[in-house]
């Protein structure tokens, strides 16, 4: 202990130590994306947290991350691809639904998830502080596990349909990305919102049930003409499970400017939810 | 460079009353309440102070507030449940916004407001620590360094890889609090921290709190325990209903908080008592031995208590054994004072009467007392009164040197000499 006193003297004779200045807020306020960078460990912790308690005590664990997209898929394939015979763009429909599943349960887990987390964090954030963006960031990082035992199992899939997958597999990483900022936009609003008003927690599961429908992910967005095709794409996870079948299955339907529209509605969500979201943060130690 | 570590400037901090509703009388205010919905919902959205508060739905629980704490001080921050402690704690660390005015923080800031907050049962005591430590902003490379340390000091060695919720109570708070302890920020805020765990438990955490406190570090510190302000604060600041009432050295603050107390809480009163009844004492006071009431005493004086009493004659209470003591404000026992130590209990005692009881040289330093009574008849217990009365000595001639040792070190006085010898020749004895 003697040799860390010791240590902030010196740190305190060399320079002047940070000045901190705590007064009221008012209006819209910056995002302090620095201090946020700066609690990165924490960030971190947060995530490991989530994933690490996620499965336990449940008798099969990680193996419900894999289950979740797969069982709908089993169901998607017998009643909209056998009985329905929705048209795949070519592709087998149990690979066409699943290559959608797979983002499209990530970005609605994150969602739910990172809508409560400030509610499910309340004791954290009545007795200590960091930055609040924190912990609605964590709880859609920590989906990316899930994501990834899914996407094995994609992986496997395609290996049984032989389709191998096209150049275009290197913008995959963009596609999750876009995907998170989506899901992660949506949260910030609805994380806030839950804070002052719990019905959102009712709201969440008819607000992905609906979204899942508006999304093609059963069908296929070609089922629509241009111009409207395009505009679709305003619901960025139109971008994102087109972009997806495209860069794995090599699907003829190619996003294009879509993907476009996609990302300005993704990032127009994100920073909007941000703003929102440091506006109420200062209720949120009083209110939760 | 200035020696300011915080500086808090008129900081006031307003809350909403919640759960008053307005009534809405006719099916009119009613429907045009309902139609005024949405609008109100999507401001509501945005808002950040709920619904536009009334005055009369608001109070402060902080208002101008201002101090300044040097460097390296250990201030103490006292004040009755609600007085606006936490909430000044809550600001300080950066948990709630202030309403008006600011605070100035110079250097890295820890707070602890709880121990162990973010402890997951699920996971083991090592992950535990990283996690909780990463929660009160420590550094993943600190918490390492000091890893084999936090563990030996909530002795848990055995268990690191076991999950917490494994743990006995008495196990996860000491490995809470270890993980807190070494925690080392230039400016501490602990928030009662102290209040858990069992006796061996607090004196460690006293312990290492005093070794905090000794290292120079600036450390706020809320606390109910009296007895950890004086010892671990230089200043006490005494809040009460939000007000800055006193900032003054932490001994005069306590002093000051135990007065504003006694008038509230514990007056001494007659109409508590327990027993049969058959002896009641009808009052109780304090005088010289000449027999003048007194209001002060003097350390050292030589006292007498009178207990006036009426027996109920159809029990004729024949054998009578009779004690009193003596506690502090906050209910330490000093001494007790029992008839039948002293002497037999008395026999055929008179209906009405007074018992009397001389206290040659009154052992107490000062400060501020309460008297107890208590009999019994034939016995049984006949009648106790505790805290019958307040009394407050203040600094007399009990070592006839006018001197008196500090009220910190010694609750009671005894008598004692001392001497020196030398030793008849400067070599070690030998057999």
């Known amino acids: 202990m003697s040799t860390v006193t010791s240590e902030f003297e010196t740190k305190g004779s060399a320079e002047s130590p940070p000045v901190l200045r705590i007064a009221p807020t008012r209006g819209w306020v910056s995002l302090q994306l620095r201090e946020v960078w700066q609690y990165r460990e924490l960030l971190f912790f947060l ?97 990316v596990v899930d994501f990834a035992l899914a996407f094995l199992v994609l992986l496997g899939m395609m290996l049984y ?58 069908y296929s967005s070609r089922l629509l003409s241009e111009p409207w095709r395009t505009l679709y794409g305003i619901n960025p996870m139109v971008g994102v499970v087109d972009g997806f079948r495209w860069a794995l299955l090599g699907s003829q339907n190619a996003p294009g400017p879509m993907l476009w529209v996609s990302t300005g509605a993704a990032l127009f969500l994100l920073v909007s939810g941000a703003y929102y979201f440091r506006r109420m943060e200062k209720t949120f130690a009083d209110t939760v | ?123 083991s005591g090592r992950e535990n620590i990283f996690l909780n430590g990463a929660i009160l902003g420590m550094r993943r490379r600190e918490i390492e360094r000091q890893f084999d340390e936090i563990v030996a000091f909530a002795e848990v060695e055995k268990f690191i890889d076991m999950p917490v919720k494994h743990y006995s109570s008495g196990m996860y708070l000491r490995l809470a609090f270890a993980v807190a302890a070494h925690l080392e920020p230039e400016i501490l805020i602990v928030d009662e921290v102290l209040a858990v765990g069992d006796a061996a438990f607090q004196k460690k955490c006293m312990g290492k709190m005093q070794d905090v406190a000794g290292q120079g570090r ?25 007000h800055l009432l006193q900032d003054v050295p932490s001994h005069e603050a306590v002093q000051t908080y135990l007065r504003r107390g006694v008038t509230e809480e514990v007056a001494p009163s007659f109409d508590k008592r327990e027993g049969d009844g058959s002896i009641r004492f009808m009052d109780v ?24 009493y009426k ?82 000595v203040i600094p007399g001639n009990f070592y006839a040197t006018g001197r008196l040792p500090n009220r910190k070190n010694s609750s009671v006085l005894i008598d004692y000499s001392w001497e020196i010898t030398g030793r008849e020749s400067s070599l070690p004895r030998r057999q």
């Open chain 2, 311 to 392: 027996a109920d004659r159809d029990r004729c209470p024949s054998h009578v054994n009779a004690s009193l003591w003596v506690n502090s404000l906050v209910g330490e026992r000093f001494f007790v004072c029992c008839v039948d130590v002293v002497r037999d209990s008395f026999r055929n005692i008179p209906p009405e009467g007074i018992l009397t009881c001389h206290v040659p040289r009154l052992p107490l330093p000062p400060g501020s007392y309460t008297l107890s009574v208590w009999c019994q008849a034939n016995g049984r217990v006949a009648d106790k009164v505790e805290n019958a009365l307040q009394f407050e």
């Open chain 2, 1 to 123: 460079m200035s020696d300011i570590a915080v500086r808090v400037e008129g900081l006031g901090k307003q809350f909403v009353l919640r759960g008053k509703q307005e009534k809405y009388r006719t099916l009119r205010d009613t429907i045009t309440h309902a139609a005024g919905a949405p609008v109100r919902l999507v401001r509501g959205l945005f808002s950040r102070n709920g619904s536009r508060p009334e005055p009369e739905n608001t109070f402060w629980a902080l208002k101008d507030i201002s101090f300044e704490v040097k460097r390296g001080e250990v201030v103490g921050i006292i004040g009755r449940n609600g007085a606006g402690k936490s909430t000044l704690l809550k600001i300080l660390s950066r948990i709630t916004e202030p309403t008006e005015g600011y605070a100035e923080i110079y250097g890295r800031v820890g707070s602890l407001l709880e121990v162990g907050t973010g402890f997951h049962p699920e996971l």
């Open chain 2, 218 to 242: 600036t450390v706020l510190f809320v606390s109910h325990n009296m007895a950890a302000i004086q010892t671990l604060c230089s200043r006490g600041l005494l809040l009460e209903s939000g």
């Open chain 1, 47 to 143: 995530t490991w947290r989530d994933v690490k308690v996620r499965y336990k005590q449940t008798a099969i664990g990680g193996a419900w991350a894999i289950l979740q997209p797969f069982l709908t898929m089993v169901v998607f394939s017998l009643f909209f691809g056998k009985l329905a015979k929705i048209p795949s763009d070519g592709i087998p429909y149990p690979i066409f639904s699943y290559a959608a599943l797979v983002p499209w349960t990530f970005f609605a887990n994150g969602l739910s998830q990172s809508s409560n987390s400030l509610v499910g964090s309340a004791n954290l954030i009545k007795k200590v502080y960091f930055p609040r963006l924190v912990v609605p960031i964590s709880s859609v990082l920590s989906g």
């Open chain 2, 285 to 308: 006071e304090i005088v010289s031995s000449e027999g003048e009431t007194l209001t002060q005493l003097l350390s050292g004086q030589d006292i007498v208590i009178r207990m006036e």
């Open chain 1, 161 to 218: 349909y032989g389709i191998v997958p096209t150049w275009n597999v290197v913008f995959l990483p963009l596609l999750l990305l876009l995907s998170l900022v989506t899901s992660l936009g949506v949260g910030l609003w609805l994380s806030a919102m839950n804070v002052h008003f719990r019905d959102v927690r009712y709201i969440i599961p008819f607000l992905t049930q609906f979204w899942m429908f508006a999304t093609p992910i059963a």
